[in-house]
T-cell receptor
């Protein structure tokens, strides 16, 4: 699976959009980009995933560049409850080895 | 829909003792995972089951860790004997099948003293 690079930490003002970048320059054609977050003392929570097209759900939007070498997770109106560690993970679409390999993620702090 | 259930939530044991964690995945989920998360690090996969068969246990320290999923539903993870470095959160996760979105439980916090 392709390796990802994320900034170790970011701050965002409450009510503003939080844009979390992820670099995955070695991604291959059948690999998906997944985003999870982990709020303190809780298990990782699934946010969103995509292959090529941009995706949006009730939690966030995922923007994947045309060359697929990077992506951005957007939380449109960050709240204090969005303070968490955000993990960007690339995994192969081969069903036999579908596993999440976590890096260190980005610690997002939402500031009042 | 009920999520992944884990118990106990917290456990403190002395080194060389044994401990067992239980996981009940989301109903209908055939794939089950156990992860270990040491403080300050991301979760690390220990073992993956597909129904009651092991798909990958390459990162499970088999000299002290064991896991089973006898009827393809609930699973237990056992550590015997425990070491200080086993202090971590043990996360269970499940998915409908390999290739589908993976959902995590709240984790079982282990402290070995």
């Amino acid at each position: 699976d392709a390796k990802t690079t994320q900034p170790p930490s970011m701050d965002c003002a409450e009510g503003r959009a939080a844009n979390l970048p992820c670099n995955h320059s070695t991604i291959s054609g059948n690999e998906y980009v997944y985003w999870y977050r982990q709020i303190h003392s809780q298990g990782p929570q699934y946010i969103i995933h995509g292959l090529k097209n941009n995706e949006t759900n009730e939690m966030a939007s995922l923007i994947i560049t045309e060359d697929r070498k990077s992506s951005t997770l957007i939380l449109p109106h960050a709240t204090l409850r969005d303070t968490a560690v955000y993990y960007c993970i690339v995994i192969s679409g081969w069903a036999g080895s579908y596993q999440l390999t976590f890096g260190k993620g980005t610690k997002l702090s939402v500031i009042p | 829909e009920a999520g992944v259930a884990q118990s106990p939530r917290y456990k403190i044991i002395e080194k060389r003792q044994s401990v067992a964690f239980w996981c009940n995945p989301i109903s209908g989920h055939a794939t089950l995972y156990w992860y270990q998360q040491i403080l300050g690090q991301g979760p690390k996969l220990l073992i993956q089951f597909q129904n009651n068969g092991v798909v990958d246990d390459s990162q499970l320290p088999k000299d002290r860790f064991s896991a089973e999923r006898l009827k393809g539903v609930d699973s237990t993870l056992k550590i015997q004997p425990a070491k200080l470095e086993d202090s971590a959160v043990y996360l269970c996760a499940s998915s409908v099948g390999s290739g589908n979105t993976i959902y995590f439980g709240e984790g079982s916090w282990l402290t070995v003293v």
